[in-house]
């Protein structure tokens, strides 16, 4: 009842299930007379047949339920990263993509393109590239996500810029949103904020502080996850503090990891452990 052309893709079904997943999308009813597809593709042969019992009908919609099924199976989770680095925050959502690769899911990460993270993981998973960090890029990583994913059932976010690109696109594509949280700085308290965590599926965190930030802007308990520790308290100790004592900041060399704050903390370090030794240890990056 349609003169609507049926789309065939291939995308890991038969022609037959992409007939049928079309038709289930037109509302077929049991007053009309929907019609299978048959493709014998090693003989290249195609043949109609026409529904005409309501028990075949109902197997009809039984088989189009299944392959919907099937159909979820087929779609992808992606992970939003959007920061350029490969800093722990991006290996830790990177290890998470791989475990999830690991119990058979299919997945996808969208992370900064030309950056050390892509250059990183490009050859590993599939990637979408997104423009930047900042309003401007990523109101355009997520025009450029709702342009090219149309198989994806599920969105992870990893960062602040990521979540908002996971809401709307949640929103638009009807798909749940999970905030990842492996950074520890405090949850921000304003409106828009907290607006996206009552939305969310679930929120991941790592450490029982950060539930506990999270349990003000959260009107579910149930939704927030916390990691169990992953530090085996037997073997990593605090050691004793030696004579010759050392003090070093490992990371790059950026303004978000505190090299200024030790800096300037130095002076009242030294009145209370003279003679310490400082390095700092890390790639030139932002400063």
């Known amino acids: ?38 493709y014998d593709l090693k003989e290249g042969r195609s043949s109609i047949k026409i529904i005409k019992t309501i028990f075949e009908y109902i197997r009809l919609i039984a088989m189009i339920k299944l392959l919907r099924r099937n159909d979820l199976k087929h779609k992808k989770i992606l992970h939003i990263i959007n920061i350029p680095w490969y800093s722990g925050l991006s290996r830790y959502a990177v290890d998470m993509a791989r475990f999830m690769e690991y119990s058979g899911e299919n997945v996808i990460l969208a992370v900064v393109g030309n950056s050390p993270l892509y250059e990183k993981i490009k050859n590993l998973y599939e990637v979408i590239q997104l423009p930047g960090r900042g309003a401007i890029n990523s109101i355009r990583g997520l025009l450029r996500l709702l342009k090219v994913r149309n198989d994806i059932k599920s969105v992870f976010a ?57 349990m003000d802007i959260i009107d579910k308990q149930d939704k927030i996850f916390m990691l169990p520790p992953v530090v085996d308290t037997s073997i990593f100790k605090i050691s004793e503090i030696p004579e010759n ?3 070093s900041l490992v990371g790059r060399l950026d303004e978000v990891k505190g090299h200024k704050i030790l800096i300037e903390s130095l002076p009242e370090i030294k009145k209370e452990c003279e003679g310490v030794n400082v390095f700092f240890v890390g790639k030139e990056e932002g400063v």
């Not at 893709?9 to 049991?30: D, H, M, R, V």
């Not at 709307?168 to 949280?181: E, Q």
Request: with cysteine; hydrophobic share 40%; charged share 25%.
């Open 245 to 247: 004592r050392s003090l």
């Open 1 to 38: 009842k349609t003169n609507q052309r049926l789309p065939v893709s291939e995308n890991g079904f038969p022609a037959t299930a992409e007939i049928l997943l079309n038709l289930a999308k037109f509302g077929a009813k049991c007053s009309e007379v929907p019609l299978v597809l048959r």
């Open 158 to 214: 990893h960062t602040g810029s990521s979540c908002f690109i996971g809401f709307i696109l949640s929103i638009i594509k009807r798909i749940p949103l999970i905030r990842s949280r492996s950074e520890k700085g405090r949850v921000k308290r304003n409106i828009f904020n907290s607006l996206i965590h009552k939305y969310v599926k679930a929120v991941v965190v790592p450490t029982r502080a950060i539930k506990n930030d999270f």
